[in-house]
């Protein structure tokens, strides 16, 4: 059966739970109003995230929660119910032990869903990273979570797929930041505050090589490659001292955008997702040749994964 999905994307404020999940209950409204089944919110939707990067272990279990008991499930399992509508979202997850992780669910009206661990955090060295793949249902759906910098280590991806994800949702945190890649930096966050005198300057900036032109190099071909519906979504404004450009997207299996966040606001936009495509594209063709006794052993080889992360205060520089 078809689904219809909502991607959206806000302005977060940093460690503000109250406010962060006062607006993603104003969307979920929305969304459910123009008769979306689901809404999907970016990575710490409901904490913020780049704050993060400044925060000692006590700081960051302070700000953390116990999934499912923590209040911000209860709120969202309270907004799900009251919209019926399922919501997925981001927050700082923190266990029994005081281990520290970067955590994404799925909420409806009988709670929890689904929980994803990252399996590469970096924003800050006290959070841990998850073992798990993570495949679940929604209305006959089967999705997967991968959460930014995850997508970025295309194993994962396929291996999801793998386990059976024909929609991958992946919460993001990115673009507008420093990178060896050309074109790639900070933007002003000046543009930002005289974007209603000056939308032009932003949405240049927004839209080229900082910002959605390096999402064009990859993330269609997420979905092309493994014939799968991909639910991109992303904040836009400040997240602490970064400007995000939000591009909240949708990209169906042939790895074509069928829905986009374009505007400056806080906002969503929808796709119908219909599951001919998912046998039509590419991509389910590729999966069924594959030759696993040529590459078992090469992609399950171990390696050096040694991480230099310098982006996150190279604005000091």
């Not at 932003?202 to 799968?228: Q, V």
């Amino acid at each position: 059966m078809n689904i219809k999905i909502s991607t959206a994307q806000f302005e977060n404020r940093s460690g503000d739970k109250d406010y962060n999940l006062s607006v993603i209950e104003r969307l979920a409204q929305q969304a459910s109003a123009q008769g979306s089944d689901v809404i999907v919110f970016h990575e710490c939707s409901i904490t913020g995230y780049t704050f993060a990067r400044n925060l000692s272990k006590d700081e960051l279990l302070d700000i953390a929660e116990r999934i499912p008991d923590g209040e911000s499930i209860k709120r969202l399992q309270s907004i799900a119910k009251q919209n019926n509508i399922v919501i997925l979202a981001g927050l700082f997850e923190k266990d029994d032990n005081n281990n520290l992780f970067k955590a994404y669910v799925c909420v409806d009206h009988t709670g929890l869903k689904a929980k994803y661990r990252k399996l590469h955090p970096f924003i800050n060295p006290h959070l841990l990273p998850g073992n798990e793949y993570c495949v679940f249902e929604i209305l006959g759906w089967k999705c997967g979570i991968l959460i930014c910098y995850d997508n970025n280590i295309i194993e994962n991806v396929r291996a999801t797929k793998l386990l059976g994800a024909d929609i991958i949702f992946m919460p993001h945190v990115t673009m507008c930041t420093p990178s060896t890649r050309p074109g790639a930096g900070f933007v002003d966050p000046k543009l930002w505050e005289n974007r209603v005198a000056d939308p032009t300057s932003l949405r240049l900036e927004f839209k080229g090589m900082k910002g959605r032109d390096w999402l064009m190099k990859w993330l269609p071909a997420r979905a092309y490659d493994n014939g799968a519906y991909i639910v991109f979504s992303n904040p836009i404004g400040m997240d602490d001292d970064q400007l995000k450009n939000g591009c909240s997207m949708i990209i169906d299996p042939f790895g074509d955008v069928i829905a986009e966040c374009n505007s400056f606001e806080d906002s969503f936009e929808s796709a119908v997702l219909t599951p001919e495509k998912l046998t039509q594209a590419g991509g389910y063709r590729y999966l069924q040749a594959r030759r696993p006794e040529l590459y078992r052993d090469i992609i399950g080889q171990s390696h050096s994964s040694v991480q230099k992360v310098v982006w996150l205060n190279e604005k000091e520089n």
